[in-house]
């Protein structure tokens, strides 16, 4: 890509052994469009760049968390793993094979949990008819070892915490709680014995008391069954309880990933903190924040793209460290600044690596292989 | 004397299928400058409260109890002079802006119209207020001729903040004014909030689901469950010290980051809240509650005294600790 000119970091840090799921060099974009008038006037239409260059790779069995504010693209760059939204370009593999146009086998074995359980489930189909769709999709009638599609579905409510699961197969979606549903839906995803789970804020929109039993049971069904799981969220405190990894995202790019404890307790780049300084707490409302709107994802800046809303960069810090230029004119990616721990921010590059004792100098751009 | 008095306030809700009853008995004093924090999850009752209050609820719910707005009774007002007191006594913010301003009016207008209606000045008069409260909760002036689809989400609550103050209410009730907003803009307008509340000496009613939010606002805490407050106390202590097991469960459920207690183990409650009109028996919290034991289920607790300042409704706060191996 020409942007990636003088580029330094990676865009997502690769992980030991194969991964499961791989993603790399993703680029989404979504075109706006252009009136009459002003398609005549040669205007074109404005390109919101959703995704904006991530690589990310999940492990068997791990919980990646990926968080960021709305209209990071968070929630695209799921549904496109899902291969519910076209990539411009990049690549996704799954066990080291990138998929093609055919996404059946493959829809099989990832599976999707979505936000909202009520708007999920089919208000006019019983709780078996719901969890027993997936089946009937992929054309499975019994399994290999001739479980039947009655025992499939039984089974799968029974994981998700349905039991007994004869119970609610008569049942109607509007006879459950939302903790129920929301329980239904991954049985929904379940039933057909997925490697991963895609879940796009799987406890937003349920009840407080309900949600640590759900997180439980996502926590339950990764021990029991090594599902690998990214989830896509907000709550940087679901995070903390339940992943494994932390993946920051902020306009279309990951600025900051590696291992929660790592990420939450000692964030590196500014973005990171500022996140971490909202989170309510028993300390009062006068913490830090950043002004100003979530950004623009059709209007990019250029340089760091965090740079207009940097605390650093605003508090003169990036300029007494002397990276103010490149924070305003070099963009960059993930480096490693500890280990498995990286960051996108100039500022941050300096710090560590003066505090480990290296040069000061970033180290000279990596040739691009794209 | 209290801003907002409200003793054993009882709402029922009418329905074809027989009355449904969401507030069970609730009292509760706010004072001056002082801010309330009301917690508690979907379905508990507390935005019907803070509804009854300014008598919001529809037609035909029956309310009884006594609802002292500055020492006079709002449920016993006759509409001209309730009509008087809504917004300039108290007034509301409600949850979701984007969906409470009319797409097609002014933003500038829609405030304007609460203070000529009120009769506290002319349309001039109104646009210079307006101009005034708009910078109060930080927009510029010049977004006054902006209609609501101009504004982010961010701006349109800023907006029903402005709205809320345009009468100069003693009294605001904010009814999740933060929840349908992103983290970063939820603290912009905690902060405003906040300030306000301080520079104004407003007394507040704050309403979320979500404790680590009222935490940081509130003076005291009131946590409902099922219709009736279950614990009250300093905001503090009842977020850091839960006495009844429900707040120690909603207090479990946002974790503070690096809380080692709560790294893989999500903090959670089985079973769901109970429905309305299928209150268990005795303690209603009872067939949730990990410590119930053989009293819970037939006796109904009242606020016992927690401490100073504190009450909850917990058996186990009233009696002596039981030692049981298998609590």
């Keep these: 890509m020409s942007q990636r000119e003088g580029f330094v970091g990676t865009l997502g840090p690769r992980i030991e052994g194969t991964p499961l799921l791989e993603v790399e060099d993703l680029y989404i974009s979504f075109e706006g469009r252009v009136g009459l008038g002003s398609g005549l006037l040669g205007k074109k239409a404005t390109e919101a760049r959703a995704v904006d260059g991530v690589s990310l790779s999940l492990a068997q069995g791990e919980i990646l968390a990926l968080a960021g504010e709305s209209g990071c693209g968070k929630t695209t760059l799921a549904r496109t793993i899902m291969g519910l939204e076209k990539a411009k370009s990049g690549t996704i593999s799954f066990e080291g094979a990138q998929l093609g146009r055919n996404l059946r086998k493959y829809r099989r074995r990832v599976q999707m949990v979505f936000q909202d359980p009520t708007a999920a489930l089919n208000p006019r189909q019983t709780i078996y008819e719901s969890v027993a769709e997936g089946l009937r999709i992929h054309g499975i009638s019994r399994s290999k070892d001739g479980v039947s599609e009655e025992q499939l579905v039984a089974r799968a409510l029974s994981r998700a915490g349905m039991r007994p699961p004869e119970r609610f197969f008569l049942n109607y979606p509007h006879e459950l709680s939302g903790g129920q549903r929301q329980r239904v839906v991954i049985a929904g995803a379940l039933v057909l014995d997925p490697e991963v789970i895609v879940a796009d804020e799987p406890v937003s929109n349920l009840d407080a008391s309900v949600r640590g039993e759900i997180l439980r049971l996502l926590l339950q069904l990764r021990d029991d069954l090594g599902i690998a799981m990214l989830v896509v969220t907000h709550d940087l405190g679901l995070a903390w309880t339940i992943a494994d990894r932390v993946a920051v995202m902020y306009l279309g790019r990951i600025v900051e990933v590696g291992p929660t404890e790592e990420v939450l307790q000692r964030p590196l780049h500014p973005y990171t903190k500022a996140l971490l300084d909202v989170v309510p707490e028993a300390g009062g409302v006068d913490r830090p924040f950043l002004t100003g709107e979530p950004p623009d994802p059709t209007r990019i800046p250029g340089g760091c793209r965090f740079h207009p809303r940097c605390p650093a960069v605003a508090s003169g810090a990036s300029a007494a460290a002397g990276v103010e230029d490149r924070c305003r004119g070099q963009d960059l990616g993930l480096l490693e600044l500890r280990p498995n721990h990286y960051a996108a921010c100039h500022l941050a590059a300096l710090e560590t690596r003066e505090g480990n004792g290296q040069a000061r100098v970033l180290s000279t751009p990596e040739t691009s292989t794209s | ?327």
């Design chain 2, 1 to 327: 004397m209290s801003i907002l008095s409200v003793r054993d306030l009882h709402v029922d809700y009418r329905t074809q299928a027989g009355p449904i009853p969401a507030v069970r008995g609730v009292s509760f004093d706010i004072e001056k400058g002082e801010v309330l924090g009301l917690a508690g999850e979907s379905g508990c009752g507390k935005s019907t409260i803070a509804s009854a209050i300014l008598r919001l609820l529809p037609p035909g719910t029956e309310v009884t109890g006594q609802i002292l707005l500055n020492g006079e009774d709002v449920l016993r007002m006759k509409p001209g002079r309730l009509r008087a007191v809504r917004w300039t006594r108290a007034s509301i913010v409600f949850q979701g802006a984007m969906h409470a301003l009319n797409p097609v009016q002014r933003v500038g207008d829609q405030i304007a119209e609460a203070i000529i209606i009120h009769g506290q000045g002319g349309e001039r008069e109104a646009r210079v207020r307006v101009g005034a409260l708009l910078e109060q909760v930080g927009l510029p002036p010049r977004r006054i001729d902006d209609y609501p689809h101009e504004l982010s989400g961010g701006q349109k609550q800023r907006v029903m903040i402005a709205m809320a103050l345009a009468c100069s209410p003693s009294l605001v009730i904010a009814d999740e004014p933060t929840t349908a907003l992103d983290v970063m803009v939820q603290a912009q307008v905690l902060k405003l909030l906040n300030d306000l509340q301080h520079e104004l000496g407003l007394a507040m009613l704050f309403i979320t689901h979500d404790l680590s939010v009222l935490v940081e606002v509130s003076d005291r805490l009131a946590i409902m469950y099922a219709g009736r407050i279950v614990e009250e106390g300093a905001a503090h202590e009842v977020f850091e010290d839960p006495a009844h097991p429900y707040s120690r469960a909603l207090a479990g459920a946002f974790p503070a980051i690096g809380d080692q207690q709560y790294r893989m183990a999500p903090a959670g409650l089985g079973g769901d809240p109970p429905y309305p009109t299928d209150i268990p028996s005795g303690c209603s919290f009872h067939p949730r509650c990990p410590l119930a034991f053989e009293d819970c289920p037939t006796i109904d607790p009242e606020l016992y005294v927690a401490g100073t300042g504190r009450r909850a409704a917990c058996l186990l706060v009233n009696r002596p600790q039981p030692v049981e191996a298998g609590a």
